[in-house]
């Protein structure tokens, strides 16, 4: 049986994707999921309200998705160095088969209209890529207690935030570029370097 909520939100998702917060309205969402406004208030009271709907659910996925790279990637490695190519290898390979570049994020999306939210918005979406970079930190953490890197200012936390940077610039660029490998060539350039803040030769 298919849930009317859910319905909403995949439709508003798109919506959301495609003409930001400001440029979507509720009638459009109605419109698309060919509710009543009855029926669409009787899961949302107001458009924020949708809003969080939407970026929770998305932000669930995506941290699903990086979940199980980083089960994945500490199940194969023999040790914490390929743990950590493994998981960057990962991203880089599925983001190489996507046909076209991803639809964006709603992190930056709804961070630069700001203005549009209460301030608790701002709060949560920091809180949620506190989580999401926090899933891919304990990979580093172990690489760095297991092997030295070339210099000091190598830290779990700097590649941690090297990641998230490839990862949220590299979207950005993507699509303002329309180039669909960009993503993936970055990941690989990541992967490289990688490699060679640890290079054990």
């Not at 506190?130 to 297991?146: P, Q």
Request: proline letters at 2%; charged letters at 25%.
């Amino acid at each position: 049986m298919v849930d009317t909520r859910d319905v909403i939100i995949d439709a508003a998702q798109h919506l959301l994707f495609k003409q930001g917060y400001s440029g979507t309205s509720l009638n459009e969402v109605m419109k698309a999921t060919d509710l009543s406004k009855g029926a669409f208030f009787h899961h949302f009271k107001s458009k924020e309200e949708l809003a969080y709907a939407v970026l929770e659910h998305w932000a669930d996925g995506d941290d699903e998705l990086v979940k199980t790279f980083v089960e994945r990637a500490q199940t194969l490695a023999d040790n914490p160095l390929q743990e950590a190519t493994l998981l960057i290898k990962m991203f880089e390979e599925w983001l190489a088969s996507l046909d076209k570049p991803l639809d964006g994020c709603l992190f930056a999306s709804f961070t630069y209209e700001s203005a549009r939210f209460a301030p608790q918005m701002h709060d949560y979406i920091r809180d949620r890529l506190k989580i999401w970079m926090g899933l891919f930190e304990g990979t580093f953490e172990r690489l760095v207690a297991a092997y030295k890197p070339v210099s000091d200012h190598v830290t779990a936390q700097s590649l941690t935030e090297m990641m998230a940077t490839t990862f949220e610039g590299g979207v950005l660029l993507s699509r303002a570029l329309d180039d669909p490998t960009f993503l993936s060539r970055q990941f690989a350039a990541l992967r490289h370097n990688l490699q060679l803040m640890f290079d054990q030769n």
